[in-house]
């Protein structure tokens, strides 16, 4: 049950496009079509912004998309705010079927 | 409207034990998959246990064997039992609801700090 393995870090401008990668193995991303996306802001619960790798709850803005690719699931952001600054994590279902988080990445807007 | 309220933690010694609790509003615990997911301070989110609608339950590989995760349909409350407890057990312990049990985590409680320290 290895963490899944996302950049320490991302940055990007207002209106700019960035992309956070998270990248797992067969037995978790690559296996099935259950990873999600996490906000999390500083003192804050986490929020889900993505489920099963590309659909977006209610709410959540279509700025935000989320793709895979073998092992390696993504999640873009689009028209970068500065809102959008916080940390994001990714999670995997596995063949345990146990869960599995990413270990974070801290999106700056610069 | 949805609510989870946890309560028990507290700072303890290395080797003792302690319970958490969420407690449920707005749905039925014994119809969900419940969760906790644990952060250590300053550090990532960390999936620490499931128990799904039929009473299975599910463990990360850091706590099996000393956790146990388990729940009282008629107070509709969620526990965690921690035993053995460690300093890297030290963390905010969140319980979570899984509207799907694939990591789909739509409600979570506001934690409950667990300090493990001599």
């Known amino acids: 049950q290895s963490a899944l393995t996302q950049p320490a870090s991302v940055s990007g401008s207002p209106g700019q496009s960035i992309t956070i990668s998270c990248t797992g193995t067969s037995s978790d991303v690559g296996g099935y079509n259950f990873v999600s996306w996490y906000l999390q802001r500083p003192g804050k619960t986490p929020k889900l912004m993505i489920y099963e790798v590309s659909y977006r709850p209610s709410g959540v803005s279509d700025r935000f998309s989320g793709s895979k690719s073998g092992n390696t699931a993504s999640l873009a952001i689009s028209g970068l705010q500065a809102e959008d600054e916080a940390h994001y994590y990714c999670?995997?279902?596995?063949?345990?079927?146990?869960?599995?988080f990413g270990g974070g990445t801290k999106l700056t807007v610069l | 409207e949805v609510h989870l309220v946890e309560s028990g933690g507290g700072l303890i010694q290395p080797g003792g034990s302690l319970r958490l609790s969420c407690a449920a509003s707005g749905f039925t615990v014994d119809s969900n998959y419940m969760n906790w997911v644990r952060q250590a301070p300053g550090k990532g989110l960390e999936w620490v246990s499931v128990i799904y609608s039929g009473g299975r339950t599910y463990y990360a590989d850091s706590v099996k064997g000393r956790f146990t995760i388990s729940r009282d349909n008629s107070k509709n409350t969620l526990y965690l039992q921690m035993n053995s407890l460690r300093v890297e057990d030290t963390a905010i312990y969140y319980c979570?609801?899984?509207?799907?049990?694939?990591?789909?985590?739509?409600?979570w409680g506001q934690g409950s700090l667990v300090t493990v320290s001599s």
């Open positions: 999670s995997s279902y596995t063949s345990s079927r146990t869960l599995v």
């Open positions: 979570a609801k899984d509207l799907l049990g694939t990591g789909y985590f739509d409600y």
